[in-house]
């Protein structure tokens, strides 16, 4: 009877045309295994994709590799498409009329999914990979596009199969999902290598993330910044005053001394205890508040363990209606959990955007696996003496914004290189002082800087960095001061 079954099916497709294709034997026999561990392997990766997700069906992970060579290239991040039920060796032979056979002959089929994406409205890019059943995608890839709502978002097919093509198995998709963007789509034989994808994906010209170290510095004037674009899609300037031990009057007169010349990046965090006088400044500055772009951050310990109460105090002591920016201030314990307790409050439009300060290469991935938005910006110590040369591209390649901190080498440590014979030199022959030349340096590698100061002098200098220009021998001449000596301890 099952046999006679079986037969009947195979005469079903024929008609249906199904029968020149078969089930890729490279993805016959057995489930694959979760294959989430794709992770970042290739540094620098070629083609960072913004808000990419990698959801794919595989059974002897064929499709699952090459899923994974699309996270490391794009970022992304890994679904599989684990069925209810999973498919036995005997499911999915070649014309048996088993479980495989009867799905791909009937267009209603919709095999269950165990589990779902978690956040789907996040992501903008869908690769959805399959492999080829009787030259289709098997049906749980339509329970799968039946289950979200793409609009807005941009769907790439991929498929595995030793012979077929994608041939019409991406175009009869089209229908499950037609509010989405559909790329057409391409197959990949098992072995295929990473460049080979890497390729294929920048030949896509996707969504790819904005190049958040070009800034266009030409636009700028003296007492006016340019701004980066964020990838929380806000703007913000390339300079701004840093407020690190700014106290009460003081701390007030430097930040209306800043907006008065043309500043509108204003850096506090709660550990600076200055977050209630630099409100009271921007409300007293006049200038609108949206045109400000404030930065704060949250400290591990006791504001990381109850971060909710944390965030609403710094609402509250700014009082200045939404916070820009907020970051966390160190890595440490409930980091993720502080971090996730942020982007509620971006839900809810009280926060912007979010950022983290002082992370490295060595924690930032699992971090952004962990949590629903990919930082905007990180915050380091970086200037001449301490250049970051490898975290900086790896942060670009990942969109963020990097930030220096220290950016003339630190309150208490400005000494040595303000005075430092390569920048004075180089500072001489453009009429510019010391710190100038440092911070135009910054911006040309790419670097946003938030030099701090209470001189009205020193903040309208730093800020008048716009009509000059460091050749690349210049540029080369600062690279090579390279010291690898922090300042501070984190
Ligand atoms: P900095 O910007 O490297 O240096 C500030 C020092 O440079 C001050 O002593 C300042 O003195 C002097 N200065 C500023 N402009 C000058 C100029 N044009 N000519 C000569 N001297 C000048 O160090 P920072 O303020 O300590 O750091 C910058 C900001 O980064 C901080 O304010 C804070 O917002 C942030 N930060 C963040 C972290 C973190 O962990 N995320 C850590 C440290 C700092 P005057 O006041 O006399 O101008």
């Not at 329970?143 to 199969?161: H, N, Q, R």
């Amino acid at each position: 009877m099952k046999k006679l079954l079986g037969v009947v099916i195979v005469i079903i497709m024929a008609v249906l045309g199904f029968a020149a294709c078969g089930i890729d034997p490279s993805e016959n026999g057995g489930m694959g295994n979760n294959s989430s561990s794709g992770g970042v392997t290739n540094y620098p990766p070629a083609t960072a994709i913004n808000n990419t997700l990698i959801a794919y069906f595989s059974c002897t992970n064929t499709t699952g590799t090459i899923a994974q060579h699309i996270a490391t290239t794009t970022k992304g991040r890994l679904y599989e498409i684990v069925p209810e039920t999973p498919y036995t060796a005997e499911d999915l032979r070649y014309y048996t009329g088993g479980r495989a056979d009867q799905e791909q002959a009937d267009p209603t089929a919709r095999p269950q999914i165990n589990g779902g994406v978690d956040g789907m409205e996040k992501y903008d890019v869908i690769f959805l990979g399959y492999p080829i059943w009787h030259g289709q995608a098997p049906r749980i890839i339509s329970t799968f596009l039946e289950s979200y709502d793409f609009l807005g978002k941009t769907i790439v097919p991929f498929c595995t199969s030793h012979s077929s093509g994608i041939g019409s198995s991406d175009t009869n998709l089209h229908s499950l999902a037609p509010s989405a963007e559909w790329v057409s789509g391409r197959r990949f034989s098992s072995g295929t290598s990473q460049q080979t994808v890497a390729d294929w994906i920048d030949s896509l010209d996707l969504n790819k993330s904005a190049d958040v170290s070009d800034f266009d510095l030409k636009s700028g004037k003296n007492g006016s910044a340019p701004t980066v674009m964020l990838n929380s899609g806000y703007e913000m300037p390339i300079v701004g005053l840093g407020t690190y031990s700014l106290q009460g009057d003081t701390c007030r007169q430097s930040v209306l001394s800043a907006l008065s010349q043309g500043y509108r990046l204003i850096d506090t965090a709660h550990m600076y205890g200055n977050e209630r006088e630099i409100g009271e400044a921007i409300r007293q500055s006049g200038v609108p508040r949206e045109e400000i772009f404030v930065i704060t951050k949250i400290y591990p310990g006791e504001q990381f363990a109850n971060p909710e109460k944390a965030i609403q105090e710094s609402l509250d002591k700014l009082d200045i209606g939404y916070i820009d920016m907020m970051l966390l201030h160190h890595p440490g314990a409930n980091d993720v959990k502080a971090y996730l307790a942020i982007e509620k409050f971006v839900a809810q439009g009280k926060i912007r955007s979010i950022g983290l300060s002082n992370w490295y290469i060595e924690e930032i991935d699992d971090f952004i696996s962990k949590v629903n938005i990919t930082p905007a910006l990180i915050q380091n110590e970086i200037h001449p003496y301490y250049q970051e040369q490898t975290v900086v591209p790896y942060m670009h390649s990942l969109g963020i914004v990097m930030q220096a901190w220290y950016p003339l080498g630190g309150r208490g440590h400005t000494s040595a290189l303000l005075s430092d014979n390569t920048i004075t030199q180089i500072a001489k022959s453009h009429n510019k002082s010391a710190a100038q030349v440092i911070l135009r340096w910054h911006l040309q590698r790419g670097v946003v800087v938030i030099p701090g100061s209470s001189n009205p002098a020193h903040i309208l200098e730093n800020i008048s960095i716009f009509d000059f220009e460091l050749s690349d021998s210049e540029m080369d001449a600062i690279a090579a001061l390279e010291r690898n000596e922090k300042h501070d301890w984190y």
